[in-house]
């Protein structure tokens, strides 16, 4: 199994591996290319990203999310890292892109948006624009959406479970009707 | 000497920017042709307008016509922030067209490793000192003689551009440049002026590699040092037009300069690179318009460096440019393709932008660069934390507007 730093390409057996992993989502081209994208980020061929190393790019330096982009992807050997980015792949299924932003959201990874989560979540998309006030006002806005969206469904959840599920996340955004991100990665001839 | 960017006619009428409509498949076309009339000369600070933005703005116009708005979801939505980060790991343009090539040397195993010490010591024990030599002996007669005929001779005559085109020969010569030309060289005595030569930018160097086939005028950003005490004389006498990258002023005088370079015959033909940077010879980054809105015939030039030997693209970020020609003069030979290609004339249907994206195409086609649409600014301008700060402005006044 080549999948440490130190293999320089990868193998059939690789590729189907990882094409596993990440259900198919990425051609054995593109999981090459990835490879090779891979590789050239991590510096000293450790077989994972750190934190610095992803903050070197600046178009990624520059994202608003960039701190929580980073701690997603930092740390992740080769196979996990298709794997995250597979739920942007153009053959990801609307569920699989909501899946990876909700993730996002989910800073304590408790499998709910709770409300230090939002928080974090939205200090860093508006950083010091709104004041501390609107910002209160902003997220008690936000949970009452989330109070009337219960009511509506008449399901109020019990008292434990106080942040955003999944299947509430997926309600949340139902609305919202457009392209979700989608990444594509870009296959060379010469890969 | 050389040579940079001829952006300064670029000027994108704000009109087009809202005339398309916004297709998702077509979000990344737009992208492109948005960033590529990056010239608007009015603004210092160049807007960048990406997928994710375009996400955002889209979601925005058809959010208007809602109603009432919760918060919930907007604050769950950070799909546009999350396209660019996301697409930044995947791929980014920095990485990909200005990161020098790393030179692994071939000396891993037991019968290479002396063949290529060996190597190691004639190139810089024995062929740098007798290049370093041969090119300052040329530079020392190269000043003799370029004033000479700058202050003795009568400019009719055109002692100052032979003396520049030899001077640029010694250049080539002291890199052993080992420099095929491809298609009809550009004729010295009949046509001049009237036409632009437009060609991939990947080293000052390319400069001296057409040069010293027949000279050029060149558009040029400003340097320091040495090559800006060559940019202010030689260079100047033979018409050359040089700016400066980030004054604005500058760049309404170039565009004036332009055109009246190209009315006027006597003068050099003219050469520019719409690229605006040095990009490693891999990819090609936008053109700037520049070149395209004069109304003339534009001539392309392809330039392919070989990279076995050594990689010639200048990083001037990290390298000054003495470095770069020790660096070449230290290597084997620069081996590299010049393409000459069929004139191009900008077509009644076409706009300034596709011309230039036409004959983009050919460069890239003919020396085997990958086109990619990315802005050459970028690396001068880096994105700024600022660039984030506005993306937060944006999206927390449409979160306020939500809130009201």
Redesign the interface.
């Known amino acids: 199994m080549g999948l440490t730093a130190s293999s320089l390409n990868l193998t059939q057996y690789d590729i189907e591996d990882v094409q596993q992993h990440c259900d198919g989502k990425f051609t054995s081209r593109e999981i090459q290319a990835?490879y090779a994208?891979f590789r050239?980020l991590d510096k000293r061929h450790k077989g994972f990203l750190t934190e610095d190393e992803?903050m070197a790019?600046?178009?990624?330096?520059?994202?608003?999310?960039?701190p929580r982009?980073v701690q997603m992807?930092q740390n992740q050997n080769f196979k996990d890292f298709v794997k995250m980015?597979s739920a942007?792949s153009p053959r990801a299924s609307r569920d699989d892109?909501l899946r990876?932003?909700f993730q996002?959201?989910d800073v304590d990874r408790d499998g709910e948006?709770a409300r230090s989560d939002?928080e974090t979540?939205?200090r860093h998309?508006?950083?010091s624009?709104?004041s501390e006030e609107?910002f209160n006002?902003?997220?008690h806005?936000?949970?009452e959406?989330?109070r009337a969206?219960r009511a509506e469904r008449a399901d109020a959840r019990e008292g434990s479970a106080r942040g955003?599920a999944f299947d509430e996340?997926r309600r949340?955004?139902s609305?919202?009707?457009?392209?979700?991100?989608?990444?594509?990665?870009?296959v060379?001839d010469d890969a | 000497m050389p040579v940079d960017d001829a952006d300064a006619g670029a000027r994108r009428s704000s009109g087009d920017q809202s005339a398309r409509t916004p297709q998702?498949s077509e979000s990344i076309n737009r992208f492109a042709f948005d960033s590529f009339g990056e010239g608007d000369i009015e603004r210092e600070q160049v807007e960048r307008v990406t997928p994710?933005i375009e996400?955002e703005r889209?979601?925005e116009r058809?959010r208007s016509t809602h109603e009432r708005e919760?918060?919930?979801?907007r604050?769950?939505?950070?799909?546009?922030?999350?396209?660019?980060?996301?697409?930044?790991?995947?791929?980014?343009?920095?990485?990909r067209c200005f990161q020098e090539a790393v030179e692994e040397p071939w000396n891993f195993n037991f019968y290479l490793f002396p063949l290529w010490w060996l190597g190691w010591l004639i190139r810089h024990g024995i062929l740098f000192p007798l290049r370093l030599a041969f090119i300052l002996s040329a530079s020392a007669a190269f000043t003799v003689s370029f004033f000479f005929s700058h202050y003795v001779t009568p400019r009719e005559w055109g002692w100052e551009r032979k003396c520049v085109e030899l001077y640029a020969a010694a250049f080539v010569v002291s890199w052993t440049g080992v420099i095929r030309y491809h298609g009809p060289k550009p004729s010295r005595g009949g046509q001049r002026g009237g036409v632009v030569y437009v060609s991939n930018h990947t080293s000052m160097i390319d400069y001296l590699v057409l040069t010293q086939v027949s000279p050029f005028a060149v558009i040029q950003q400003k340097h320091r040092g040495w090559v800006g005490l060559l940019q202010r004389t030689a260079m100047n006498a033979i018409d050359c037009i040089e700016f400066n990258r980030t004054d604005i002023q500058d760049r309404h005088k170039v565009t004036e300069r332009l055109k009246q370079h190209v009315a006027d015959k006597s003068r050099l033909p003219l050469l520019i690179f719409p690229e605006g940077t040095c990009v490693n010879n891999k990819y090609c980054v936008m053109f700037k318009r520049g070149a395209f809105d004069l109304g003339v015939d534009v001539v392309p030039v392809a330039i392919k460096y070989n990279s076995l030997f050594v990689d010639a693209f200048w990083n001037s970020r990290r390298q000054s440019f003495s470095r770069h020609l020790c660096k070449l003069m230290s290597s084997w030979a620069v081996v590299a393709d010049v393409w000459y290609m069929e004139p191009q004339r900008q077509r009644e249907d076409e706009t300034s932008i596709e011309f230039a994206e036409r004959v983009r195409t050919m460069i890239c086609k003919r020396a085997g660069l990958?086109a990619v649409p990315w802005d050459g600014m970028?690396k001068y301008y880096?994105?700024?934390?600022r660039?984030?700060?506005s993306?937060?402005?944006a999206?927390?006044?449409t979160?306020?507007n939500g809130?009201k």
């Open positions: 990835l994208r050239s992803l790019i600046p178009e990624l330096a520059i994202s608003p999310l960039a982009i992807f980015l942007l892109r990876f932003m996002c959201h948006i939002l979540m939205t998309l508006v950083g624009s709104v609107d006002a902003l997220i806005r936000a949970f959406d989330l969206m955003v996340f949340a955004l609305a919202v009707d457009r392209t979700l991100p989608t990444v594509r990665v870009p060379d | 998702p994710g996400l889209q979601a058809t919760e918060v919930l979801p604050l769950l939505d950070c799909s546009g922030v999350l396209q660019d980060a996301c697409a930044a790991i995947v791929d980014d343009s920095f990485n990958k970028l880096r994105p700024s934390p660039e984030c700060e993306r937060r402005k999206f927390a006044s979160l306020m809130l």
